[in-house]
């Protein structure tokens, strides 16, 4: 049997929601930056789902956009856990909720 | 006829008070101020004689002066302009204001000497002029209300000079207040005047655009209103001239608003002598004689007049017998001569009562002048009971005082004696009264008698007898002559000021200039006679005998007040009158305490802490309960406001969801 767009589409929203309830539950300060990796990779398969359905190459670039930007996130994203395990010797997102030292 | 000098005089004091406002309280020079501020009423001064008297002067023609200077006010059919006219009456008031005016400023610049106020003293005595020379100037009704709160604003400013003292402060605050309650009156009048006339004008005016109607000449061609009780309510003449009443007893001091004048007395002296003596209190006068044409068809606010005023001049002369202070003395003076212009007013002797205005503003500027020249030499001693045979150390003074004492205590040939006995008879011959003004003019001639009794106590306290005084501690002194020639000069005016008003009985002739000059310019009686100028052989003698007892009474006044004085000086007065009837008592307990009370425990403990207040705690209340709850959106950790975007989120979906996506259609 062909693999149909509706697989595809409930696969993503499945890794979407375990991804949204892992940044809402989790503590970890990485587990959560995973989380929110899955969640864009969930939207990323829809996109390239819908541009196979509808044979347009569009939504396969706004794949390389987001992947793009993602990298850039996950830079930017671990410098800041880092920079904050340094000053707070904890990774708990919880410790971090004071802005202030 | 159009004369544009008119507002010189107006301006020239307002120039010299704004001089010596910002430059004199730079300079501090006293000299420069007082050049300043003299010399400026000195312009106004002269230019108000030659408007008065050059060929086509205000007091010889017929028609009044007028300076249209601007529009002010044109709303539907109310127009006021700020527009002066000179007729023959405010030309009468501007020449002996200006003129009296001028004297007291000199000898304010002897008296307030050394003092640190100096330029202010006088920056706010000029700007009274202004405000006096803009009541009596003014060509209708709402400029001349400006006036009249001017110079109850220059009358506040000035009794409250001395503000470091409790009492001046109090002194000014009351006389506000009080003035207040007859603007109420006033502003009521002026506006009933507009609704039922359809103009504020006293004169036509054509050129300039107004209404050929005035306020005035309108009540000319009505009928006279009915002499009822009625009349008062009904929205006619009669409402009209009791609520401009009403604003002339707060401003000229009758009962029941007289309290704030002995009170006023907290100033300097100079300011009594003008603001309380001679011009702003007789605006009274002026503006119901300036209103005489609706007074005149309001037969029942005439009655009302006449009484206050006979009313206000016995009760106030009953008190000046009691009182110590010198200066107390002289202000129930004022107030009971008040009243008798007023009693001249109500029996319709409007050229009476201006005549007594003039000489009242001789005699009593004169009087509260010595006594300031007194009080001067006595280093700031007011009470009589401290004085005593200063008459060997200011002769000059004392000389001068002597005809002011004889002028207002009636004795022929000095300026009181001529006005007094012609309020007198005219009040006697009052037509329309019956039978009332014989009660009037006996209520008149007692009046008359007690002043004549309380200034001989008066003269006698202060001059003669032994000295009440460490004499060798501070020596009296007489002032300088800055101080004493304004005092000879009015003590001139009020030996000879009478002359202008000799009636035809005294001397068969037609010599009564004051008469002849402001006849024009008042309404007559429209049920009299024409009784002014009759060959009556009764009526004439009539007058004479009146004139007599007129003189007996004044000789006996005096004759009683020496008797009584002279070797008892600090004879004790019933106390009911040293202390005022308990007027002020009374006024206080009735009036002031509940208005006090009300207003602590309603007006601020209930309304403004209970319901203003409440209302603000409670709105704030509600908003820092909001925010306690809203706190908790805001609780600084991250997954929670992941959580909230995602709520957010899925509400925004549902909703799409539910509604369906607008623009994919």
Redesign the interface.
């Known amino acids: 049997m062909e693999p149909q767009l509706s697989w595809y589409l409930a696969l993503s929203a499945v890794l979407f929601t375990i991804g949204t309830t892992g940044v809402i539950i989790k503590r970890n300060i990485i587990a959560m930056f995973m989380c929110i990796e899955l969640m864009l990779n969930a939207v990323n398969l829809t996109f390239v789902a819908f541009a196979s359905f509808f044979q347009d190459v569009t939504g396969q670039l706004f794949v390389f956009i987001v992947m793009t930007v993602a990298a850039a996130e996950a830079a930017v994203g671990l410098g800041i856990i880092i920079s904050i395990f340094r000053n707070r010797e904890s990774l708990d997102v919880d410790d971090a909720s004071i802005l202030k030292l | 006829m159009e004369n544009n000098l008119l507002s010189v005089i107006i301006f020239a004091p307002l120039a010299g008070a704004a001089i010596n406002w910002l430059v004199g309280r730079r300079v501090r020079n006293e000299r420069f101020i007082a050049t300043v501020a003299c010399g400026s009423v000195a312009i106004s001064t002269i230019v108000a004689f030659y408007l008065a008297f050059n060929s086509h002067g205000a007091l010889r023609t017929e028609e009044p002066l007028l300076d249209h200077i601007w529009t002010w006010l044109q709303v539907g059919n109310l127009r006021a302009d700020f527009g002066l006219a000179m007729d023959r009456l405010s030309g009468t008031y501007a020449l002996f204001i200006t003129f009296v005016g001028l004297l007291i400023h000199i000898f304010a610049v002897g008296y307030m000497h050394g003092e640190a106020g100096f330029y202010r003293f006088f920056a706010y005595l000029n700007l009274f002029m202004f405000a006096m020379l803009t009541l009596v100037l003014a060509d209708n009704f709402v400029l001349m209300f400006v006036g009249w709160e001017g110079v109850g604003l220059c009358s506040y400013l000035l009794i409250g000079y001395y503000f470091d003292r409790k009492e001046a402060g109090d002194a000014a605050k009351k006389a506000f207040i009080t003035n207040r309650i007859g603007d109420w009156g006033f502003v009521l009048g002026i506006m009933l005047t507009s609704f039922v006339t359809g103009s504020v004008s006293f004169f036509a005016h054509p050129a300039a655009g107004e209404a050929a109607q005035t306020a005035l000449s309108f009540f000319r061609n009505q009928p006279v209103e009915s002499f009822t009780f009625g009349a008062l309510f009904a929205g006619g003449a009669t409402s009209i001239a009791i609520l401009l009443f009403i604003g002339a007893a707060g401003k000229s001091a009758q009962i029941p608003l007289y309290v704030w004048l002995p009170d006023a007395m907290a100033g300097p002296t100079p300011v009594s002598a003008l603001i309380h003596a001679a011009t702003m209190v007789t605006a009274g006068v002026y503006m119901i004689v300036r209103c005489s044409e609706i007074f005149v068809h309001a037969p029942t606010a005439m009655f009302i007049v006449a009484i206050i005023g006979a009313a206000t001049a016995l009760f106030a002369a009953t008190i000046g017998l009691a009182q110590n202070d010198i200066k107390k003395v002289l202000a129930y003076s004022t107030i009971s001569q008040l009243g008798y212009m007023f009693l001249a007013c109500g029996v319709g002797a409007f050229v009476a009562a201006i005549f007594h205005v003039i000489t009242h503003a001789f005699f009593k500027a004169l009087l509260f002048l010595g006594s300031g020249s007194v009080i001067h030499g006595m280093h700031h001693e007011q009470d009589m009971r401290r004085m005593g045979g200063l008459r060997k150390y200011m002769p000059v003074t004392f000389a001068t005082m002597v005809t002011g004492w004889l002028a207002i205590s009636g004795v022929p040939i000095f300026a009181g004696f001529f006005s007094k006995d012609e309020i007198l008879w005219k009040t006697w011959s009052a037509a329309g009264l019956g039978s009332f003004s014989k009660v009037l003019w006996a209520i008149g001639a007692v009046t008359a008698l007690l002043t004549a009794i309380y200034m001989t106590r008066m003269m006698v306290m202060t001059f003669w007898g032994k000295e009440r005084f460490d004499a060798h501690h501070h020596k009296p002194h007489e002032s300088p002559w800055v101080m004493t020639i304004p005092l000879i000069v009015l003590a001139v005016l009020s030996t000879v000021g009478g002359f202008i008003g000799i009636p035809y009985a005294f001397a068969n002739r037609d010599i009564n200039v004051i008469e002849h000059t402001l006849e024009p310019a008042v309404a007559r009686m429209p049920d009299s006679v024409n009784t002014e100028h009759t060959d009556e052989h009764a009526e004439v003698n009539e007058e004479r005998l009146l004139a007599g007892v007129s003189v007996v009474i004044a000789l006996l006044g005096i004759g009683a007040g020496w008797v009584l004085f002279q070797r008892r000086p600090l004879l004790q007065m019933p106390r009911l009158l040293e202390n005022k009837y308990y007027v002020d008592e009374i006024y206080d307990a009735t009036l002031i305490r509940p208005i006090e009370v009300a207003s602590r425990e309603g007006l601020w403990k209930m309304f403004d802490i209970g319901v203003i207040d409440g209302l603000l705690h409670a709105i704030g209340d509600v908003v820092k309960e909001a925010g306690r709850l809203a706190r908790y959106l805001q609780?600084?950790?991250?997954?929670g406001y992941?959580?909230i975007i995602?709520l957010g989120a899925l509400i925004l979906i549902g909703l799409f969801a539910y509604l369906g996506f607008p623009l994919a259609r």
């Open positions: 609780a600084g950790f991250v997954r992941a959580a995602l």
